[in-house]
């Protein structure tokens, strides 16, 4: 039972190359592909922390908001935060 035993390469040879090279074992290739993923996470990241600037409730300005018809006898509030309640009259 003398069976040979072959070892076979961690990744197929890239078409091209010169025989034995291994794209994914070019050092190379590996750092690019590392930086790329890093700028791609910065990037993701960076795009998260944008943040639309809010107004608190008590800065709206209610003479821009445009409300529901209040029942007969009631009128809008229009004052913040809520300009849309509905007052006796």
């Known amino acids: 039972m003398d069976e040979e035993i072959r070892v076979l390469p961690p990744f197929l040879p890239v078409a091209g190359g010169h025989e034995g090279s291994c794209r ?3 050092k190379e290739y590996v750092v690019k592909r590392i930086l790329l993923a890093g700028l791609v996470l910065a990037g993701a990241l960076g795009a ?6 809010t107004a608190s409730a008590q800065q709206v300005d209610c003479s ?19 300009c849309c309640k509905c007052v006796k009259d």
Not at 64 to 82: I, M, N, S
């Open 24 to 26: 994914f074992q070019d």
């Open 48 to 53: 998260t922390q944008l943040s639309v600037p």
């Open 64 to 82: 821009l908001v445009r409300c529901a018809e209040c029942p007969v006898g009631q009128h809008p509030k229009l004052t913040p935060p809520d």
